[in-house]
């Protein structure tokens, strides 16, 4: 789940993420993985998800569906099995206020929409001479503007016995109205192609029941140890 709370920016979409590779004897694979995502103005999130969608699984794998929320607010988090009705509750800590928010250059969306990746501290951008970054201006993407980024990695050859170099390409578009990327895509000739993007779009408050545990859901507290140093 995200940790950082983004409050008055409300929203309810699809989240689809695409991969494309072709292997050295021009065979091609494809795969498609997608997601619900849900915020409201307090900033609590839900998202979704298909376990049948996810890359490498069966297309006949009888997977549960599985919901997470988020509630900042009650300072709690959900996870939702849809199949047996069951929940699993643990604690929500806020992150320290000295904590960056993520950078809007990331390269490929997490699972679940959010780009990975962490930010750049001012200065650190230079400190690569492999990576070059470029404003794209801004566009409406899915009936919101967004600001796009366009960044190349350079791996020079030999770095990795690599005979020639190697260029990693990730191209963003992040909405400040959003504060969230809504389309994403990053070429890697090792790997391929991803491709995120946030689809049906709707600026309008999700249902408050959203965020809450259905009543006929049986709710267990999660026993995580506390990471060390926090």
Same mark, same amino acid.
């Given at each position: 789940?995200?940790?950082?709370?983004?409050?008055?920016?409300?929203?309810?979409?699809?989240?689809?993420?695409?991969?494309?590779?072709?292997?050295?004897?021009?065979?091609?694979?494809?795969?498609?993985?997608?997601?619900?995502?849900?915020?409201?103005?307090?900033? /609590?999130?839900?998202?979704?998800?298909?376990?049948?969608? #996810? &890359?490498?699984?069966?297309?006949?794998?009888? #997977?549960?569906?599985?919901?997470?929320?988020?509630?900042?607010?009650?300072?709690? &988090?959900?996870?939702?099995?849809?199949?047996?009705?069951?929940?699993?509750?643990? &604690?929500?800590?806020?992150?320290? /206020?000295?904590?960056?928010?993520?950078?809007?250059?990331?390269?490929?969306?997490?699972?679940?929409?959010?780009?990975?990746?962490?930010?750049?501290?001012?200065?650190?951008?230079?400190?690569?001479?492999?990576?070059?970054?470029?404003?794209?201006?801004?566009?409406?993407?899915?009936?919101?503007?967004?600001?796009?980024? /366009?960044?190349?990695?350079?791996?020079?050859?030999?770095?990795?016995?690599?005979?020639?170099?190697?260029?990693?390409?990730?191209?963003?578009?992040?909405?400040?109205?959003?504060?969230?990327?809504?389309?994403?895509?990053?070429n890697d000739p090792r790997t391929g192609e991803t491709v995120f993007r946030m689809t049906n779009v709707s600026r309008a408050e999700p249902p408050a029941a959203l965020f809450q545990v259905p009543a006929d859901y049986k709710v267990s507290e999660s026993t995580r140890p506390p990471r060390p140093g926090r």
């Open positions: 789940m995200p940790g950082r709370v983004v409050k008055n920016a409300p929203y309810t979409a699809d989240l689809v993420t695409e991969t494309a590779q072709t292997l050295p004897d021009g065979n091609h694979i494809r795969q498609t993985s997608t997601a619900r995502a849900y915020r409201d103005s307090e900033g /609590r999130t839900r998202r979704e998800h298909s376990l049948n969608s #996810l &890359n490498g699984l069966a297309p006949n794998s009888q #997977l549960p569906a599985v919901v997470f929320i988020n509630d900042p607010v009650a300072g709690v &988090n959900y996870a939702l099995n849809a199949n047996d009705h069951t929940a699993s509750k643990s &604690n929500w800590t806020r992150p320290g /206020r000295g904590n960056p928010a993520p950078a809007r250059t990331s390269a490929t969306p997490a699972p679940g929409g959010g780009p990975a990746g962490g930010p750049r501290g001012p200065g650190r951008r230079n400190q690569n001479q492999n990576l070059k970054t470029e404003a794209l201006g801004r566009q409406t993407i899915e009936g919101v503007p967004a600001d796009g980024t /366009r960044t190349t990695l350079t791996i020079p050859a030999g770095q990795i016995g690599n005979e020639q170099p190697i260029q990693i390409v990730t191209e963003s578009w992040y909405s400040p109205d959003l504060q969230a990327v809504v389309m994403s895509r990053r």
